[in-house]
């Protein structure tokens, strides 16, 4: 059976708690609900990190919202509705907002800085899109010390071309996306599990 390098190393990490960690919520903005970026299952995912956003507030876990700000005009425009932040994790005074213009919310932000007020604790994650922000701020946050536990189903994609198709028309369908972006994840990078296995 198959293993991830944590296994094979010996270690069997298990999902920090809340009162434990730093909740980040990543780009759960307005523009993955509708239009060509919609992602498959966004409703759902949209919930269950709302839910885990309202425990966290119950335990007074520190949150951070990380916001990608596009260009005029475009994709996640701060100016228009579609760059807002989703009305189901509507930021709180107090919560901090890491504005990004990269995937990884680690690359030209104050990330950083804004964990390094949490001595430490490992990070837990949600957000959009599984294979691209999520992934990319989990990996980079292993370059800054900081493990992460990824909740799975707070998280979501959308289906993308296959590059390996030869004909050129080939697609990969949401669901495989989202769950090969989660076990290269599982693989070094995070715990992956439900938000209902992340304890308070």
């Known amino acids: 059976m198959a293993q991830t390098l944590l296994q094979l190393a010996g270690a069997d990490p298990k999902p920090i708690s809340l009162g434990a960690g730093v909740l980040v919520l990543?780009?759960?903005?307005?523009?993955?609900?509708?239009?060509?970026?919609?992602?498959?299952?966004?409703?759902?995912?949209?919930?269950?990190?709302?839910?885990?956003?309202?425990?966290?507030?119950?335990?007074?876990?520190?949150?951070?919202?990380?916001?990608?700000?596009g260009r005029p005009g475009g994709a996640f425009d701060p100016e228009t509705a579609r760059g807002q932040i989703h009305a189901s994790v509507e930021p709180l005074p107090g919560e901090a907002i890491i504005d990004k213009g990269l995937p990884n919310a680690f690359a030209g932000t104050s990330l950083a800085e804004e964990l390094e007020r949490n001595s430490g604790k490992p990070l837990i994650i949600c957000g959009f899109m599984t294979h691209m922000c999520v992934s990319a701020t989990a990996r980079a946050a292993v370059d800054h010390g900081r493990f992460s536990t990824v909740a799975m189903d707070a998280t979501a994609t959308?289906?993308?071309?296959?590059?390996?198709?030869?004909?050129?028309?080939?697609e990969l369908s949401a669901d495989h996306v989202h769950r090969a972006a989660l076990a290269a994840l599982a693989d070094r990078f995070a715990v992956v599990c439900h938000v209902a296995d992340i304890p308070d």
């Open 26 to 69: 990543i780009d759960i903005q307005n523009e993955y609900f509708k239009g060509p970026l919609r992602l498959e299952g966004v409703e759902t995912a949209a919930d269950r990190a709302a839910g885990l956003l309202a425990r966290a507030r119950g335990c007074d876990t520190p949150v951070i919202h990380v916001r990608h700000l």
């Open 158 to 170: 959308r289906a993308l071309p296959d590059p390996t198709d030869g004909m050129g028309d080939g």
